[in-house]
Each structure stands twice: as structure tokens, then as C-alpha cells.
């Protein structure tokens, strides 16, 4: 019989992929070291792996021929792993996942003001506790060959196209402009012609004129298809990455993607083609090449309502001193994003005017968002376009929000994706929002 210490853990499914798990190292080059000894392989158990192992110990004994210890020579204690400290709130993130575990896809909650993750959670799950007395290879392998990816960590390395969140970029980098017209009315006729190429809006019958403001708050297309006609992609670029969206936040977990921003040089390099500006029409919605994570769309969002380059942390440090440097943006321009975020969820025929909170002492600001992952064919456009419902579950939109809370004093910025649960409006929004009263009723009590 022999003893071994083994991980446990309580919230098994809830924490799986933020905490990650241990198991045997199977690169030991000193062979002094016990091979039975584990060590954190994902989540913050790989990243804080030094901290929390400790220090085994050793005895040297003497014992006779029959294996009876004799005396004890010379031992050296062990020593204990440190505790860590995370900013993750146990009761929101069980809460969040309960509303969660029935959908593939990814939700993050940070406080706008350390950066301090309070909850991140990517489904579907999986228990770590079966991690800890390693794994049977048929779990190991029903695991690897799950459609939905158990295993991966969509929060920082899931890829998707963030959709209309996107045009707040879009908006800030307009709105930076001397010779943008803030007022400046565009006409939304369900479409817009570029060649003999129709770029769609989602509303087929179109929004009619709308502005900016409008715009972000309706989520015209047409509008932003207009804009695109005098953007430049790479000077685009290099705003979004203000913003982390083709850049790695920096969190302290592994795995984590940069996701993809594209330039001119990019798609010289990788589709061997040159930049053509029907590429554009479809970055400036969201759509195209651009590719972020969760996190990203987290850390966007919380920039945007604190004016500050936010960067992301799980480990709580009472020693760490905030002082996170102001965004190269201008106050006005963030202001009037801020505002139309406002308007999204606050203001009839915002896109999430149904998803207001439930609280009456607080009020939120956001986007919604809908990544196609199909291409709709023009035979299709004639018929009608089918409804979500009526397509097969992989070729559905993924629903996507984003926001903070409270609007004057921005607290929490989160970020939704839901694959393949069609409307950020109807599914991601709506989440978002019972997400937020209730972190808002636990952390504010």
C-alpha cells in the first residue's frame, strides 16, 4: 500500500478550464526529483506551478536484509506550495455556469478598473478531478474527439469572427478623423453595391437614413459598408490592436491565441493576393478574416468604458500597484461610443432594448453581434433567407455581446460568444444581462 497527496477539487466542472489540472511530469531530467511527483499542465496550475508545488523532501535510511529500517540517517523536510489568491468569485461563476452548460461556447467578466478576471468559463466542460488520478484513455480520447472541444479554453484560445462588436472600432476609428462628419447620414436600403457585388444589413428592408449614432444602436451595416469606402486597412489595423483584437492580452494563463487582424501584408504573405475593397466592407462589420477570443473582446470592451490599456490577470496581488496608462484616443470620441453603447440596450429599437437590467440602480451599455460562419448564396437572397431555426445546428450564427456596467462608473465588462445560437440580440444579450444583475447583487451587497 502506498499513499499519495492528490488534487481535489470541490467546483470540478465550474473551474475546469481556468484552473486547469495536474498530472506526471513526464520530462524529468533530474532524477533526484520522485517520479511520482505532479505538476500543473493547463490553467493557472501550469502558469503558477512553481508557487504552488513546494518542495519535496527525502529520508536516507539504513534497513537489513530482511527490509527492516534499521536507523535514519539524514532527511531533508518538504515544504509546502503557496496558497494563490485569484480575483475569481466562486458564487459567480457556479451561477454563470448553470447558465451556461447547455451551449458550446465562452463568457468573460472583468472589473474595468485592475483588470481582475472575476469569471471565465468556456463550455462545454469536463471534470478535472478525473485529471488527478489520470485520466483512463477511453475518456482521454471521447474528450479529443468531442465535436464541441471539451478540452480547449474557447475564453483564450477559441477564434471567432466578433462580429458587430467590432464597429465600435470601426466607429472610434472614424470618429479620429478631423474631416468626419458625426452627423453625416447614410442611406440603408438592405443593401449596398459595390460593382456587381450587393453587401447586405441584416435588416433586409433596410434601416432608411441613419447616422453614426444610429447606426451603432440599430447595427446598421449599409452605414458602415459606406464607411469602409475611405478606410484604410492596415491604419484600421493598427487601432484595433489598441483595442487587443489581433494581439495576445497578455493573461496570465497558457494557450492563449492572438487571434487575427488583417493588413495588406498579411494577405500578401498568406492568400498570396492582394487587399481588394469588397475585404474591407467585410472587416468593418465584424466579418472576413478578423478572428478574436472572448478575452479579447473582454479586454475591447473594458478599454472602451475606462479610457485605460487594461490588461487581464487571474492572480490577485494586494501588492500590485494599478496603473494602467491612458488610451491614445481621443475623450470625445470615446464618449460618444460610450453613449451609443448606452443606446444599444437603453433606448427603443436598440438592438437590446429587451435585455435591459432588471436592476433599477444600475444601467448598461453594450453591442451585440452575429457571426455568420456560411456564406449565403444569392439563389438563397431570392427565395428568402433561411431563419437560424431551419438550418443545421453548425451552420447557424454565433451570438455574441458585449458591455459594461454600471454605465457612469463602469465596474464589469463582459464579453459573450454562444456558437451557433443565432441572434446576439435574442440569446448573448439577454445572458449578459442576468449575468451582470447578479454579479452586481452579489459583489455590491
Same mark, same amino acid.
Request: with cysteine.
Given at each position: 500500500?502506498?499513499?499519495?497527496?492528490?488534487?481535489?477539487?470541490?467546483?470540478?466542472?465550474?473551474?475546469?478550464?481556468?484552473?486547469?489540472?495536474?498530472?506526471?511530469?513526464?520530462?524529468?531530467?533530474?532524477?533526484?526529483?520522485?517520479?511520482?511527483?505532479?505538476?500543473?499542465?493547463?490553467?493557472?496550475?501550469?502558469?503558477?506551478?512553481?508557487?504552488?508545488?513546494?518542495?519535496?523532501?527525502?529520508?536516507?535510511?539504513?534497513?537489513?536484509?530482511?527490509?527492516?529500517?534499521?536507523?535514519?540517517?539524514?532527511?531533508?523536510?518538504?515544504?509546502?506550495?503557496?496558497?494563490?489568491?485569484?480575483?475569481?468569485?466562486?458564487?459567480?461563476?457556479?451561477?454563470?455556469?448553470?447558465?451556461?452548460?447547455?451551449?458550446?461556447?465562452?463568457?468573460?467578466?472583468?472589473?474595468?478598473?485592475?483588470?481582475?478576471?472575476?469569471?471565465?468559463? &468556456? +463550455?462545454?466542460?469536463?471534470?478535472?478531478?478525473?485529471?488527478?488520478?489520470?485520466? #483512463? !484513455? /477511453? $475518456? %482521454?480520447?471521447?474528450?479529443?474527439?468531442?465535436?464541441?472541444?471539451?478540452?480547449?479554453?474557447?475564453?483564450?484560445?477559441?477564434?471567432?469572427?466578433?462580429?458587430?462588436?467590432?464597429?465600435?472600432?470601426?466607429?472610434?476609428?472614424?470618429?479620429?478623423?478631423?474631416?468626419?462628419?458625426?452627423?453625416?447620414?447614410?442611406?440603408?436600403?438592405?443593401?449596398?453595391?459595390?460593382?456587381?457585388?450587393?453587401?447586405?444589413?441584416?435588416?433586409?428592408?433596410?434601416?432608411?437614413?441613419?447616422?453614426?449614432?444610429?447606426?451603432?444602436?440599430?447595427?446598421?451595416?449599409?452605414?458602415?459598408?459606406?464607411?469602409?469606402?475611405?478606410?484604410?486597412?492596415?491604419?484600421?489595423?493598427?487601432?484595433?490592436?489598441?483595442?487587443?483584437?489581433?494581439?495576445?492580452?497578455?493573461?496570465?494563463?497558457?494557450?492563449? &491565441? +492572438?487571434?487575427?487582424?488583417?493588413?495588406?501584408?498579411?494577405?500578401?504573405?498568406? #492568400? !498570396? /493576393? $492582394? %487587399?481588394?475593397?469588397?475585404?474591407?466592407?467585410?472587416?468593418?462589420?465584424?466579418?472576413?478574416?478578423?478572428?478574436?477570443?472572448?478575452?479579447?473582446?473582454?479586454?475591447?470592451?473594458?478599454?472602451?468604458?475606462?479610457?485605460?490599456?487594461?490588461?487581464?490577470?487571474?492572480?490577485?496581488?494586494?501588492?500590485?500597484?494599478?496603473?494602467?496608462?491612458?488610451?491614445?484616443?481621443?475623450?470625445?470620441?470615446?464618449?460618444?461610443?460610450?453613449?451609443?453603447?448606452?443606446?444599444?440596450?437603453?433606448?427603443?429599437?436598440?438592438?437590446?432594448?429587451?435585455?435591459?437590467?432588471?436592476?433599477?440602480?444600475?444601467?448598461?451599455?453594450?453591442?451585440?453581434?452575429?457571426?455568420?460562419?456560411?456564406?449565403?448564396?444569392?439563389?438563397?437572397?431570392?427565395?428568402?433567407?433561411?431563419?437560424?431555426?431551419?438550418?443545421?445546428?453548425?451552420?447557424?450564427?454565433?451570438?455574441?455581446?458585449?458591455?459594461?456596467?454600471?454605465?457612469?462608473?463602469?465596474?464589469?465588462?463582459?464579453?459573450?460568444?454562444?456558437?451557433?445560437?443565432?441572434?446576439?440580440?435574442?440569446?448573448?444579450?439577454?445572458?449578459?444581462?442576468?449575468?451582470?444583475?447578479?454579479?452586481?447583487?452579489?459583489?455590491?451587497?
Amino acid at each position: 500500500i502506498t499513499k499519495e497527496k492528490v488534487r481535489s477539487y470541490d467546483n470540478n466542472y465550474a473551474f475546469s478550464h481556468v484552473i486547469g489540472y495536474v498530472g506526471y511530469d513526464s520530462n524529468i531530467k533530474n532524477k533526484k526529483k520522485s517520479p511520482d511527483l505532479k505538476i500543473g499542465k493547463t490553467g493557472i496550475e501550469k502558469i503558477y506551478n512553481n508557487d504552488l508545488i513546494g518542495k519535496e523532501g527525502w529520508q536516507k535510511i539504513e534497513s537489513n536484509s530482511s527490509g527492516t529500517i534499521v536507523r535514519k540517517l539524514d532527511n531533508l523536510k518538504s515544504r509546502s506550495g503557496k496558497n494563490l489568491k485569484t480575483f475569481l468569485n466562486l458564487n459567480i461563476q457556479e451561477y454563470n455556469y448553470n447558465l451556461l452548460k447547455k451551449m458550446s461556447g465562452s463568457m468573460v467578466l472583468l472589473d474595468c478598473k485592475s483588470g481582475g478576471i472575476i469569471s471565465m468559463l &468556456s +463550455s462545454p466542460s469536463f471534470d478535472i478531478n478525473e485529471f488527478s488520478y489520470g485520466i #483512463k !484513455s /477511453d $475518456s %482521454w480520447k471521447a474528450y479529443q474527439n468531442d465535436p464541441n472541444k471539451p478540452l480547449l479554453n474557447k475564453s483564450i484560445s477559441g477564434l471567432y469572427a466578433p462580429g458587430s462588436t467590432f464597429k465600435l472600432i470601426v466607429a472610434l476609428f472614424a470618429l479620429q478623423n478631423q474631416n468626419f462628419k458625426v452627423n453625416q447620414k447614410y442611406l440603408c436600403s438592405g443593401f449596398t453595391e459595390l460593382g456587381n457585388h450587393k453587401f447586405h444589413c441584416w435588416k433586409r428592408k433596410g434601416h432608411g437614413y441613419v447616422d453614426l449614432r444610429q447606426a451603432i444602436k440599430e447595427s446598421c451595416d449599409c452605414y458602415f459598408y459606406n464607411l469602409a469606402n475611405d478606410i484604410n486597412i492596415d491604419e484600421l489595423a493598427v487601432m484595433a490592436k489598441k483595442f487587443s483584437i489581433g494581439n495576445k492580452t497578455k493573461v496570465d494563463l497558457p494557450n492563449e &491565441s +492572438s487571434g487575427l487582424m488583417p493588413t495588406v501584408s498579411w494577405k500578401k504573405k498568406n #492568400k !498570396s /493576393d $492582394s %487587399w481588394h475593397l469588397g475585404e474591407t466592407y467585410n472587416a468593418v462589420i465584424g466579418q472576413g478574416f478578423t478572428l478574436s477570443t472572448p478575452l479579447q473582446l473582454a479586454i475591447m470592451t473594458a478599454r472602451i468604458a475606462s479610457g485605460k490599456n487594461i490588461y487581464p490577470r487571474i492572480k490577485f496581488d494586494p501588492d500590485t500597484k494599478l496603473n494602467f496608462s491612458d488610451l491614445e484616443i481621443d475623450k470625445n470620441s470615446l464618449d460618444f461610443v460610450r453613449n451609443s453603447m448606452f443606446a444599444v440596450v437603453n433606448e427603443y429599437k436598440g438592438t437590446a432594448f429587451s435585455s435591459r437590467l432588471k436592476s433599477k440602480k444600475y444601467k448598461m451599455a453594450g453591442k451585440t453581434g452575429t457571426s455568420q460562419v456560411r456564406r449565403i448564396s444569392l439563389a438563397e437572397r431570392e427565395s428568402g433567407v433561411l431563419e437560424n431555426k431551419e438550418l443545421p445546428y453548425k451552420l447557424r450564427d454565433h451570438s455574441i455581446f458585449s458591455g459594461f456596467v454600471p454605465f457612469e462608473d463602469p465596474q464589469f465588462a463582459i464579453s459573450i460568444i454562444l456558437e451557433h445560437e443565432g441572434s446576439g440580440s435574442k440569446v448573448a444579450a439577454p445572458m449578459a444581462r442576468d449575468i451582470l444583475d447578479n454579479s452586481l447583487k452579489i459583489l455590491n451587497t
